[in-house]
């Protein structure tokens, strides 16, 4: 992230203690999380059938029946895993993004 920090400044032409967080959205370049982010969910998006959601085990209409269903889990190694973790931020985007036909 520092390293990417350091190439927006050049970029910009800014100078080495300058906020870089107006320069990321003036250029409309993603940070590094962002872009780690967007391709999690993005990978969501194309693979559904990997994922179940909170509906699919019953027909009732509940307020999380949208959501992805995220496993219990005994280790903290699972939730550093890419399907726990894509799970988690497919969760946490608005509904009307999720519902998009493609992320781009």
Same mark, same amino acid.
């Given at each position: /992230? =520092?390293?990417?920090?350091?190439? $927006?400044?050049?970029?910009? &032409?800014?100078?080495?203690?300058? +906020?870089?967080?107006?320069?990321?959205?003036?250029?409309?370049?993603?940070?590094?999380?962002?872009?780690?982010?967007?391709?999690?969910?993005? /990978? =969501?998006?194309?693979?559904?059938? $990997?994922?179940?959601?909170? &509906?699919?085990?019953?027909?009732? +209409?509940?307020?999380?029946?949208?959501?992805?269903?995220?496993?219990?889990?005994?280790?903290?190694?699972?939730?550093?895993?890419?399907?726990?973790?894509?799970?988690?931020?497919?969760?946490?985007?608005?509904?009307?993004?999720?519902?998009?036909?493609?992320?781009?």
């Amino acid at each position: /992230f =520092v390293l990417q920090k350091w190439c $927006i400044r050049i970029i910009s &032409g800014h100078r080495r203690f300058d +906020s870089c967080k107006p320069l990321f959205r003036e250029l409309k370049i993603l940070t590094l999380a962002g872009l780690v982010g967007y391709e999690v969910c993005c /990978f =969501v998006k194309v693979n559904p059938q $990997i994922f179940v959601s909170n &509906g699919d085990y019953h027909q009732y +209409s509940t307020r999380s029946r949208e959501l992805l269903s995220v496993t219990g889990h005994n280790t903290s190694a699972f939730e550093r895993s890419p399907y726990h973790l894509s799970a988690k931020a497919f969760n946490a985007l608005l509904l009307d993004i999720k519902n998009k036909p493609n992320l781009l």
